[in-house]
């Protein structure tokens, strides 16, 4: 018997939790709620991070082997790695704004370091799974870094567009 789609994602998730927030998210704003979320620190990362949990959900219902098991623990991993990274990040650069890329290239690099340690762990202690965990972290390293990175370029740009940083 073929299930739907959206009946499958309601099925898996116990409840209709993951669905409304999807129509929430595809609704049109008020100007009121767009002041709200502005205020919460770090939103973009928070509905970033949502998005990924629900493709992975959507991966784990429709394709479930080639997902590593532990890909919960890697989101969760990644989503605290990036919230520590912009965190430091803004507090450095705000004692002293001319050292940006200093700061960001920083973070960027022990960031790398790491990834490396957590894979290094997860490639030691599970070995029979170590294909699907790589392409998994692979995968999830290169979309968080594209989150961060699309950031710090909408922020260079919003700077440029105030003139400054041109000199």
Not at 35 to 61: A, D, E, H, R
């Amino acid at each position: 018997m073929a299930q739907s789609f959206l009946s499958r994602l309601y099925n898996y998730s116990d409840s209709g939790f993951f669905i409304t927030f999807i129509l929430f998210f595809n609704q049109k704003s008020s100007k009121g709620l767009n002041k709200f979320f502005n205020k919460i620190p770090y939103f973009g990362l928070y509905k970033f991070s949502f998005f990924v949990l629900l493709g992975t959900l959507i991966f784990k219902i429709f394709l479930p082997q080639y997902l590593y098991h532990m890909v919960w623990a890697v989101l969760l991993f990644f989503f605290l790695l990036t919230l520590v990274s912009l965190h430091l990040i803004e507090k450095f650069s705000k004692k002293k704004s001319d050292n940006f890329l200093a700061v960001y290239f920083s973070a960027m690099i022990g960031r790398l370091f790491i990834c490396i340690i957590f894979a290094a762990f997860f490639i030691l202690t599970d070995r029979s799974h170590v294909f699907n965990f790589s392409i998994n972290f692979l995968l999830l390293y290169l979309l968080f870094l594209g989150f961060e990175i699309n950031g710090i370029m909408t922020n260079l740009r919003h700077h440029f567009k105030k003139g400054i940083g041109n000199e």
